[in-house]
């Protein structure tokens, strides 16, 4: 005779993609199995609960996926506490689906609108991901290694075409408030100036680095900058066009194209600007953030097993624990200013 099953567990992935996805989804499943209960994955982040598109998940199911890249249920950044009938529908599908519980994996916008429905009674548990590193309450999210790891790549291979050509290249990263990508990419990859949102910076301070960087014999430069970062003479954010996602977020980018022809312009120094988009977000994941991801996925349903609903799941030095969603979203986590003052000493 099968066994009852404690209720079900239904998962979704908000916001942008990011690699480590599925290794999270691959562990809700193979937890949950192993403490008797079911899983439906939501298709397409929240828009999946307003619609109603589910699909049952068993261990067949999330065989093999734990090196893939992206989430093999997709996700939107639908934002359904923005419309009265949106949630209504979710929370009429969350009851005709029979979802007990839902684990909702994602980055600020995702948790915002879990922290919304766990203020309505609703069963919910957070899981931390955003490439940018940047949700207040655990020490990393995962996907930020693998974003780092791209970047540190792109430098090293950068870093040949620069000396060969003696120029100075220009690397636009993601990040959007923050520079935590920008910071420990260029860090590991060796750039010579990196600018970021926490750090406002004027033209002239820039290009002092690379005029010292170049008078000592040093005659190519690598820059990096992230795609939010402001210039303090004007303060303004670079876009790609107005458009706003049901978040209120623009459509970033174009800043190192700003600054690399503001760079030659000032200096004379032959400037290319390389621009690495979507390409962090891509590909199958890190050591570091398969490990993290399956960490993360085993102890939200820990969370669901214990009746700890309204946490985030957290990562605390080398531990993983919670914290409520309550506090966990105050603010954002901004690069720490250590980190900043190291990466400045190797500046010029």
Not at 148 to 171: F, G, K
């Amino acid at each position: 005779m099968a066994k009852q099953s404690k209720g079900t567990i239904g998962v979704l992935t908000g916001g942008g993609d990011c690699p480590g996805l599925n290794a999270v989804i691959r562990a809700i499943v193979r937890r949950a199995v192993m403490l008797e209960y079911s899983v439906l994955g939501i298709k397409n982040g929240w828009l999946g609960l307003v619609k109603g598109m589910v699909e049952p998940l068993s261990l067949l199911s999330v065989s093999g996926i734990l090196p893939r890249g992206g989430t093999i249920l997709g996700t939107s950044r639908t934002n359904p506490s923005k419309s009265e009938s949106d949630m209504k529908k979710l929370l009429t599908n969350l009851k005709r689906l029979k979802i007990d519980f839902v684990v909702a994996v994602g980055g600020e916008d995702t948790l915002g609108v879990a922290r919304y429905l766990a203020g309505q009674g609703v069963d919910v548990v957070g899981v931390p991901k955003t490439i940018d590193n940047d949700v207040e309450g655990t020490d990393q999210t995962f996907g930020f290694d693998t974003a780092v790891s791209i970047v540190t790549e792109a430098i090293d291979r950068l870093h040949s075409t620069a000396e060969a050509h003696q120029r100075v290249m220009v690397v636009e990263v993601m990040g959007r408030h923050t520079g935590w990508i920008a910071t420990v990419g260029g860090l590991a990859g060796g750039a010579d100036c990196i600018l970021i949102p926490e750090r406002p910076t004027t033209m002239d301070q820039i290009c002092e680095v690379l005029q010292k960087r170049h008078g000592r014999g040093r005659v190519f430069s690598i820059v990096v900058v992230a795609e939010g970062f402001k210039l303090s003479t004007d303060g303004h954010l670079v876009t790609k066009d107005q458009k706003l996602d049901q978040f209120g977020h623009v459509h970033l980018g174009g800043i190192g194209e700003v600054i690399g022809k503001e760079i030659e312009k000032r200096t004379g120094f032959e400037t290319r600007v390389t621009v690495l988009g979507h390409v962090q977000r891509g590909g199958s994941p890190t050591a570091f953030d398969r490990v993290l991801g399956t960490r993360y996925g085993v102890k939200a349903v820990d969370l669901i097993e214990e009746k700890k609903f309204g946490s985030m799941v957290s990562l605390r030095g080398n531990r993983i624990t919670s914290v409520p969603l309550s506090k966990a979203m105050r603010r954002l986590k901004f690069v720490d200013p250590e980190l900043v003052r190291t990466a400045e000493i190797f500046y010029g």
